[in-house]
């Protein structure tokens, strides 16, 4: 935002002028009015100027818009006449390299009388525009600055040590006492101006208490820089200092005006303090602006705008917006841009500038028509039939931060050799728990699941579909991207009432069961396969694997490593997790077909077995048994005190069927005897009695 002197506009522009008449203009131009105030006979307007823009930060680049539009003579800031010899200036200026100041200008006023009131048009003026009066050399510095665009700054040059300035980068960490003595800390890489003792300015931002020149100073140095404008933004934001200054640097100023304008402020300051000018400047420009030279097309301007606009036209727009044309043939304008628009860098930047002159207004909104083919994104689809289902079985969905702890590695006891494991760490996090890039789901769903409990949500079934990172040499960014999804379940599934004497909870079946709904809607066959994870409990955890490669995994989640965790020891239920690969989840062609036209026998066989044998050992030994076995599902588990500690009885159902007849009692039971044999062989699991 920059607040604009309607009085102060009329300097520039047509004294003839209305208020009303600037506003429209200010508007037409994609200049937005956000406020107004009056003050007496002078009206004060706030306007929205876009970073790319700095030039409208100043009187003078507002009225060059007014000017150009009503096709007026654009005001220009007069050239100086100013002496250069730096070798010859009162002060040794050191500076530490053109990618920290492009340009520094400085000039010599001794004997001024500070003492002086400032005159009342400028303490007007920046009382207006928001801007506190100090002192008459401090407050017409401020004055030009709102004026021209340049920030300005101010030195009691008795106040300096040895004589001597430095524009550096700081080497190392120190307070910094600002204007307000407010203090501040300065890190290493800031941009400093220093004496031979003391930080005299943090350059483009705010300067220091020892340095500030107050009523009773005699001898002062102006100071018209240039910074870089990515450290000036990067350390304002830091400090939490923003300046008039730093505002303008942080967007870039013309660095080719910035000895004009200070010889401007000298001039006003000689006349209103007095003093004697220093008979050489000092001007530190190693690499001058280069010309802006841009060839626009007028085949271009037309395509990309959708209008048909004559060369002669476009010609005549950038003229009278202080552009200096050459016309190259039928088709280019050669086009030199004015200095202060930082702005125009390619074609496509003078074409936008052509569409504003010309009026957006008066460019025909017509919808492009767009030929395209829809691809069908599979990915995306099968997040869409995933989210259904696990909404559909109890499952809320939650999105977490792709950032995790940077330890988290070790509190889970995932090793190097993990399929999990991860040190994609980011280079500048905010901070140490939001360091890592997280290589598996599991810390954040634990965390969003501890974050219900401490609220008192303690059933909850969660799933997250997200990004997991991994390094990848083989990629141009050193790693890659794999969306995932992670299931997590804890607390009851059905709270007792209604027939139901106590609260049924989550089990290490239920999630079994929603891995196979999964797979089921997408019409692929997975098995599993004992693995071993550090926050697993023992047996718990397997590798899911789909025609032979690893997909994601189950496990029950082992209390005494989650734990350390922050709130994760408040959760007293088991807690049971699952992640897959979503890439591998691609839905088959499923066939609609019959076994047999034989009716299907059902049997129910509760089995007790070691805690230590799967249920999964168990199918394969039944299914191993006979071909009329057609599928064996767990139906429930169940303990109690006539069982030895280390056992449970696990409930299956068991489906029998035939192609070719219906099958007899006698012929089931002979099934039944081969496999609770080799039950009893070879896991020394049997039937409850």
């Not at 031979?196 to 100073?217: F, H, R, W």
């Not at 125009?344 to 460019?363: F, P, S, W």
């Not at 083919?373 to 259904?388: A, G, L, P, S, T």
């Not at 590695?409 to 996090?429: A, D, F, G, R």
């Amino acid at each position: 935002m920059f607040k604009v002197s309607f009085d102060w506009l009329k300097k520039f522009c047509n004294k003839n002028i209305t208020y009303r008449e600037i506003l429209n203009i200010l508007d037409l131009q994609g200049f937005e009015v956000k406020g107004e105030q009056d003050f007496g006979n002078d009206k004060v307007i706030t306007i929205e100027v876009k970073a790319n823009r700095p030039d409208m930060l100043s009187h003078i680049g507002v009225a060059r818009e007014i000017c150009a539009y009503l096709g007026e003579k654009i005001p220009e800031i007069n050239k100086n006449n100013l002496k250069i010899d730096n070798d010859k200036f009162p002060i040794k200026i050191n500076i530490e390299e053109s990618k920290v100041c492009k340009r520094f200008c400085g000039l010599i006023i001794n004997n001024i009388n500070n003492e002086v009131e400032t005159p009342e048009y400028i303490k007007d003026y920046l009382e207006k525009l928001g801007i506190n009066c100090i002192n008459a050399v401090v407050d017409i510095a401020n004055y030009v600055m709102l004026d021209l665009g340049q920030p300005m700054h101010t030195y009691d040059i008795d106040k300096i040590s040895s004589n001597e300035i430095k524009i550096r980068k700081s080497d190392s960490e120190c307070k910094v006492n600002t204007l307000g003595n407010k203090p501040v800390d300065v890190q290493k890489g800031d941009i400093v101006i220093s004496d031979s003792e003391d930080v005299l300015c943090i350059a483009g931002i705010i300067g220091s208490e020892k340095s500030m020149v107050q009523k009773n100073t005699k001898n002062i140095m102006i100071e018209a820089a240039c910074f870089d404008e990515v450290s000036i933004r990067l350390t304002s934001r830091r400090l939490k200092v923003s300046t008039p200054s730093s505002f303008r640097f942080e967007r870039g100023i013309d660095e080719s005006l910035s000895a004009d304008i200070m010889l401007r402020c000298a001039k006003l300051i000689n006349k209103i303090c007095g003093g004697e000018f220093c008979k050489v400047a000092f001007d530190y420009y190693p690499y001058p602006k280069k010309k802006n030279i841009i060839d626009l097309r007028v085949s271009r301007t037309n395509d990309l705008l959708g209008i048909n606009i004559s060369k002669e036209d476009i010609y005549s727009y950038l003229t009278k917006y202080d552009f200096r044309c050459e016309n190259i043939n039928n088709d280019i304008i050669r086009v030199e841009c004015p200095s202060y628009r930082l702005d125009l860098l390619k074609e496509v930047d003078l074409i936008e500038e052509v569409a504003r002159i010309h009026g957006y207004d008066n460019i025909e909104p017509i919808m492009p028509k767009i030929t395209s083919q829809y691809n069908k994104n599979q990915v995306w689809e099968n997040m869409d039939v995933i989210r259904k289902i696990l909404r559909g079985v109890g499952f809320n969905e939650v999105i977490n931060y792709s950032f995790i702890p940077i330890d988290i590695m070790n509190t889970l006891k995932i090793e190097k050799e993990n399929p999990l494991y991860s040190e994609l760490t980011l280079k500048n996090p905010i901070a140490r728990d939001y360091a890592l890039m997280r290589p598996t789901l599991i810390y954040s769903l634990l965390n969003c699941l501890a974050y219900n409990y401490s609220r008192n949500n303690t059933d909850l079934a969660l799933f997250e579909i997200g990004r997991c990172y991994f390094e990848d040499k083989t990629k141009d960014t050193g790693c890659k991207e794999e969306d995932m999804l992670g299931m997590i379940v804890s607390g009851a599934r059905i709270k007792k009432g209604w027939g139901i004497d106590k609260d049924i909870k989550y089990n290490y079946y239920d999630i079994i069961n929603f891995v196979d709904l999964l797979f089921n809607e997408f019409g692929q066959k997975y098995e599993l396969k004992e693995s071993k994870y550090g926050f697993c409990e023992p047996g718990t955890g397997f590798d899911i694997f789909v025609s032979g490669k690893r997909v994601g995994f189950i496990a029950e989640m082992k209390k005494d490593v989650v734990n350390k965790i922050p709130n994760v020891k408040l959760i007293k239920d088991k807690i049971f997790y699952c992640e897959l690969a979503l890439k591998e989840l691609d839905e088959k062609i499923k066939k609609l077909q019959f076994e047999s036209k034989y009716p299907m026998v059902n049997r129910l066989y509760n089995i007790v077995q070691k805690k230590n044998v799967s249920a999964q050992r168990v199918i394969d030994i039944i299914k191993s048994s006979s071909d009329l076995i057609k599928s064996v599902l767990v139906r429930d588990v169940y303990e109690d005190k006539k069982m030895n500690q280390d056992e449970y009885a696990v409930l299956y159902e068991i489906d029998y069927c035939s192609k070719t007849q219906t099958l007899t009692s006698e012929q089931i039971e002979s099934i039944e005897n081969i496999f609770l044999n080799k039950l009893n062989n070879e896991l020394k699991a049997v039937i409850k009695r």
